[in-house]
């Protein structure tokens, strides 16, 4: 066990649905992330919280809305998601953002936007 | 030219084999370069951790950086059945935080 759960493990949604993701560790860290790991492309990072205070967007659409209510979870909230939005969303922590190569990854939501 | 470039394979080799894994980069500002591997329905965790050039090692695996040639290498000695799974690279840079992954190479070694 990694330490970071996530849930849903699988969701699938049509177009005009609102969901959210949430992911919570436990194990103290003060640095959370969000990917999204397509197929045949490279993890990318969508969103990096640190102490509950979002420091990186990487040019995310809107239609991603992160939401950090504490130091242990952290949340996806996904409307009018596009079928090339469909990827495992993976969330990852680290003890602080200059770790962050000791981040652990939780197992990941698989996503399906129909 | 992407930024990192590693084969995507698949690779699968016979139990007991000795496995070079491989990322090329076109960033000489990277100096950190790490390996993950990722299991089936799992999240990535981390194999192996390098600064700057040279070599590491941690049982059967070893991580190599050739910064000269802008190359970073992973070999797994006496491959296991266990040792199945997608192997990514990643890189960064000094004083920041974003790491950049190769797309991975999904391994399998056959018993």
């Known amino acids: 066990e990694t330490g970071v759960t996530q849930t849903p493990r699988h969701l699938v949604m049509g177009m005009t649905n609102k969901k959210s993701l949430k992911c919570e560790q436990h194990l103290g860290h003060n640095a959370m992330y969000w990917y999204k790991q397509s197929a045949k492309k490279p993890l990318e990072l969508m969103f990096v919280?640190?102490?509950?205070?979002?420091?990186e967007n990487n040019s995310v659409p809107s239609r991603f809305s992160p939401e950090c209510p504490n130091s242990s979870h952290l949340f996806l909230h996904l409307h009018t998601l596009q079928p090339e939005d469909s990827a495992l969303y993976l969330c990852?922590?680290?003890?602080?953002?200059?770790?962050?190569?000791?981040?652990?990854f939780g197992p990941g939501t698989r996503l399906l936007v129909l | 030219q992407k930024e990192v470039e590693q084969d995507p394979g698949p690779l699968s080799v016979p139990e007991g084999a000795i496995v070079s894994l491989n990322c090329t980069y076109s960033?000489?500002?990277?100096?950190?370069f790490m390996w993950y591997r990722q299991y089936s329905r799992k999240g990535p965790e981390l194999l192996m951790y390098t600064y700057s050039s040279g070599n590491k090692e941690d049982g059967r695996f070893t991580a190599q950086v050739d910064k000269s040639s802008k190359y970073i290498s992973l070999f797994i000695r006496d491959s296991q059945p266990s040792d199945s799974a997608t192997y990514l690279c990643a890189m960064r840079q000094g004083g920041s935080e974003k790491l950049v992954f190769g797309k991975g190479t999904k391994l399998t070694v056959n018993p």
């Open positions: 919280y640190s102490l509950e205070e979002r420091v």
């Open positions: 990852a922590s680290s003890q602080d953002r200059a770790t962050v190569e000791t981040q652990y």
């Open positions: 960033n000489s500002a990277f100096q950190y």
